[in-house]
T-cell receptor
Framework: RKEVEQDPGPFNVPEGATVAFNCTYSNSASQSFFWYRQDCRKEPKLLMSVYSSGNEDGRFTAQLNRASQYISLLIRDSKLSDSATYLCVVDNSGGYQKVTFGIGTKLQVIP | GAVVSQHPSWVICKSGTSVKIECRSLDFQATTMFWYRQFPKQSLMLMATSNEGSKATYEQGVEKDKFLINHASLTLSTLTVTSAHPEDSSFYIC?????????????FGPGTRLTVT
């Protein structure tokens, strides 16, 4: 089983739609979780951290389910500018503050 | 704040030559820098962790003699791909961790696209 698993997509959704991505992780000792956004041929940029209690930032909501070892990202009212690849990132609890990236889920918002 | 630069942004070199990539934290001090590689349609794979003033720690399967890392100051780390071959063609991205930052918070450089012909 991969350390971090994501459905690579692509997810094609119309503008204004709500879309959700899940990501599963294998290391039950992981404590820190993040969603990054990566545009084509660019570096990843932090979208949001994922807290145990869940957190919301505008149209974006992140949730953590420790029992089932997955995190989710919900995007409401999708915009064309949301088109990107969303990377799930999990600390690998192996020291040196290292993290493991998922393959990313590609989102294409269509007009 | 928290800007990381990489140079060059892209490079084409001939097989057998060496290429040096620089990673700089422009407005903060970074005790730790990470080097990643990303092949098309694949996830970022950590190659090595670079700590200022000490030897880099390489991930399993990454040849330390081929990918030379130097972290001579709190704002600069370099990755040298020695005797590059076409299979080394990839997107190389560095990230830097701020000295007083959150444990897993890291800032990414814009990446260097290496093509070996």
């Amino acid at each position: 089983r991969k350390e971090v698993e994501q459905d690579p997509g692509p997810f094609n959704v119309p503008e204004g739609a709500t879309v959700a991505f899940n990501c599963t992780y294998s290391n039950s000792a992981s404590q820190s979780f993040f969603w990054y956004r990566q545009d084509c041929r660019k570096e990843p940029k932090l979208l949001m951290s994922v807290y145990s209690s869940g957190n919301e930032d505008g149209r974006f909501t992140a949730q953590l389910n420790r029992a089932s070892q997955y995190i989710s990202l919900l995007i409401r009212d999708s915009k064309l500018s949301d088109s990107a690849t969303y990377l799930c990132v999990v600390d690998n609890s192996g020291g040196y503050q290292k993290v493991t990236f998922g393959i990313g889920t590609k989102l294409q918002v269509i007009p | 704040g928290a800007v990381v630069s990489q140079h060059p942004s892209w490079v084409i070199c001939k097989s057998g030559t060496s290429v040096k990539i620089e990673c700089r934290s422009l407005d903060f001090q970074a005790t730790t820098m990470f080097w990643y590689r990303q092949f098309p349609k694949q996830s970022l794979m950590l190659m090595a962790t670079s700590n200022e003033g000490s030897k880099a720690t390489y991930e399993q399967g990454v040849e330390k003699d081929k990918f030379l890392i130097n972290h001579a100051s709190l704002t600069l780390s370099t990755l040298t791909v020695t005797s590059a071959h076409p299979e080394d063609s990839s997107f190389y991205i560095c990230s830097a961790k701020e000295l007083a930052g959150e444990p897993y918070e890291q800032y990414f450089g814009p990446g260097t696209r290496l093509t070996v012909t």
